[in-house]
């Protein structure tokens, strides 16, 4: 998938902070694949996404650092040095964010600032490369949301979520830092998350489907949103990494829109089997619904090039086949 | 300058957190002489707004609790069987966000969510005002600004203020908190703070004047701005509290634009004697300096029937009154 982009990474440091997460290590295999040196840090918090499995295969040539970059140490020696930083380590869950907000704050805003703080104090010179959210708009009110969408984030993830976007734009106004922010749809494929639904309904659908347990649909089926496979947005971070138009830019990645029952038919399809039922939304998730929701990404193909190239067939097909391969590290991981 | 509004505070509780600082204490001696139970919080951070003097006259008639509103057992016990809630407790200065963001995230973000938590426990009914600040809005895109304007902060303070305006936000649409945002522009008047330029720069001239000395003007003066002196910025938090019509919104209070020369030349005038001298930006201030602004307060006026009733006029020949006669207890607070 590098191809025309190895080149670029070939010999480089890249730091990649939630190293040991689902977008994180994926970049991780492509990056080493391409001979980038390569250094991972993760909190390897209890019920995120960090998991030491991810890395299988790659192990012995990446440097893991298990480590908080809140510590302002830790960070200085981190960030030093490097020529990319994929900034991936965050909270991400809207529900976990309203039942505690102050871990919230300490993964979205205190990691960011301290990472940035780093740079700004140890190396200058580094591109930064931030993963932000959808959420952050709110509840779509136009479709297909573009980057110039109103921000009214609905729960208190999309707030910081916010901030931290807004703290690369400051510092790179401010100091000079070279940074750009990607700001993610539903991001699925090998090694997602899937213990539950924090980071997206599709890690259960997967699972159940993977297991032969029947999923649940919440709501009507009818809502639409936008789904990336997880090699395309690799190839995000990378592109923005080397671009310098990407500096100071923030781009929206997408995909074409699907209802959840047709996505829900179609994994089925692809499994060969399974059943779905619908089921009214927990309340308590109702209120942080954002309804239909799917993005216009036409900036980041204009700037940088970037389009979806793996279907959701495609995309399904392949993690189907990796969880029915690999699940039980994933179901079980007691990280 | 009560007089309609008494009523609605005689017996009622008040919390006001921040309460020793400028705006907190102005506020605690109105609510006093209406008659209503007042509690202040402060944590005398050094080198912010908290002055036990502030409270000089009223000391036995409010109850004072020196803490942090972040200790989650206080916050709790202070905000239970409150009628109202003053959340003016903050770090404001735009220079120290940027030198110190970990301390501002604590005080704007983790504080602010303090305090709404504890409502969200112990005390959904209480009406909360929050303090915020024009400066969110970064430099102005159009004059006057209303409350429509993009919000593009230029400093650490400013996205944090936001977080604590979208906190309040959010709250109401989840938990059905009753909360209104009040954002201000420099706001002066007895007992602001003048040992320094971290709350706004007419402290330091009003100090300066008042001590026979020189001031300086940053840039070439013609910059405009806009002022609210103390008793009419009070008089919106009141009305803020008692209306319904504020609940889930946001207010811009403001006042008549004059240039930075016509201000200094007023005080001038007012005081009857001083001098100053324009100045180059000192660097680190001129890359979060925002240019002119002003706000259009129509909303507030329109809504809440707030509109500035003291003058630039007299507001500084009030406030140079006040400094001459107690100035010392606000050069030499230890504070």
């Given at each position: 998938m590098l191809d025309d982009l190895a080149g670029d990474f070939s010999g480089a440091r890249a730091l990649i902070t939630g190293g040991l997460g689902f977008l994180g290590s994926s970049l991780a295999h492509v990056l080493v694949s391409a001979d980038a040196e390569v250094t991972l840090v993760d909190?390897?918090?209890?019920?995120?996404?960090?998991?030491?499995?991810?890395?299988a295969g790659i192990e012995d040539r990446v440097r893991v650092e298990v480590g908080d970059v809140r510590d302002e140490r830790l960070a200085a020696s981190l960030v030093t040095g490097q020529d990319f930083i994929f900034?991936?380590?965050?909270?991400?869950?809207h529900f976990d964010s309203m039942v505690d907000p102050f871990t919230d704050l300490e993964m979205n805003c205190r990691a960011q600032l301290a990472v940035l703080e780093a740079c700004r104090n140890h190396n200058r010179s580094a591109k930064i490369v931030f993963a932000s959210t959808r959420?952050?708009?709110?509840?779509?009110?136009?479709?297909?949301?573009?980057?110039k969408h109103p921000i009214v984030p609905v729960d208190v993830n999309g707030i910081h979520k916010t901030a931290g976007e807004w703290y690369h734009r400051l510092y790179g106004e401010v100091y000079g830092l070279r940074a750009a922010v990607l700001r993610l749809t539903n991001t699925y494929g090998p090694?997602?998350?899937?213990?539950?639904?924090?980071?997206?309904f599709l890690g259960v659908w997967l699972r159940a489907v993977a297991s032969g347990e029947p999923f649940e649909i919440w709501g009507d089926g009818r809502q639409r949103r936008d789904f990336t496979y997880v090699d395309d947005a690799v190839r995000a971070f990378l592109l923005a990494a080397t671009r310098?138009?990407?500096?100071g830019e923030v781009f929206n990645l997408g995909g074409p829109p699907s209802t959840l029952r047709e996505v829900a038919d179609l994994l089925i399809e692809v499994a060969g089997d399974g059943r779905y039922r619908l089921a009214p939304f927990p309340s308590e998730q109702h209120a942080i619904d954002i309804g239909d929701y799917y993005a216009d990404y036409s900036k980041v193909t204009q700037?940088?090039?970037?389009?979806?190239?793996?279907?959701l067939r495609e995309g399904l097909a392949r993690t189907l086949t990796f969880y029915r391969e690999q699940g039980v590290h994933y179901w079980d991981n007691p990280a």
């Open positions: 909190s390897l918090a209890p019920h995120y996404g960090g998991n030491v499995w991810s890395i900034s991936l380590a965050g909270q991400t869950s959420q952050i708009y709110g509840r779509p009110r136009y479709l297909p949301v573009d980057e090694r997602m998350r899937v213990k539950d639904a924090r980071l997206t310098a138009e990407a500096d700037r940088l090039g970037w389009e979806p190239l793996v279907s």
